[in-house]
């Protein structure tokens, strides 16, 4: 790892940690480096401008300070086109607009060297994907999961049939390469999977949700795994 992405993922890990800290040991462990290097970094890192705290003594180590302001970020050419292709390659996925608007915020402020590295690079990954579901529909149902909202959908089944319902959204789910809406059917009174590309038609209504949990929805396969970002 050369020592801008190294400067990079330790800022990244320091933050994670939040107040908790990190010691030195235990980030020389995690890039493969000495203590010496890493407290080195440390003062790189802080000499840029980043709000490095330092705690001595047992417990203590380094971490960012809370709510302070953070240098720019910086990736790498190969970070911002793996950024790009991720989002291309998912425009199905939950909020797949909002995340296409955060990478273009992220590639508007790269250096100009970094920028031009980055667009020949993307010039050299195609992505063909299946035709999304309906915009209006990705909307509506982006809503009512973050407003926690019923939603009412006109729904076909997998052997044709038409229904419409109103259904308490509990969570998204990816398997097989398809996206589902999971909720609480006030159609059925149960948890149903709801196969986005099936639902013609949807609507946020003013209905605020029930007290439905993702445990309703039962044991994920031990391969799931959620996108929460996991600090370590």
Known sequence: MKRAE??????EMLRRNGSRGCTAEKLAAEFGVSVRTVKRDLTALENSGAPIWSRP????GYGLAA???????????????????AVSAASDAPYADLASAGVQKILD???????????????RVWVDTPSPSVRAVRSALDEAMAEQRVVRIRYVSRDGSTTTRDVEPVMFASTNGR????????????????????????????????????QEVGIPPATARSVQSRGE
């Open 57 to 60: 003594g047992p417990g203590g």
């Open 109 to 123: 402020v790269l250096d100009p060297r970094t920028r031009t590295k980055a667009d020949e690079l993307a010039s």
């Open 179 to 214: 996206w589902y809406l999971i909720g609480w059917c006030r159609l059925r009174s149960d948890i149903r999977w709801f196969l986005v590309t099936g639902i013609e038609h949807a609507s946020v209504t003013k209905i605020p949700c029930g007290n439905h949990s993702i």
């Open 67 to 85: 709510r302070a302001s953070l240098p720019p970020v910086s990736l790498t050419p190969a970070q911002a086109v793996a950024l790009l292709a």
């Open 6 to 11: 190294r400067l990079h993922a330790l800022s």
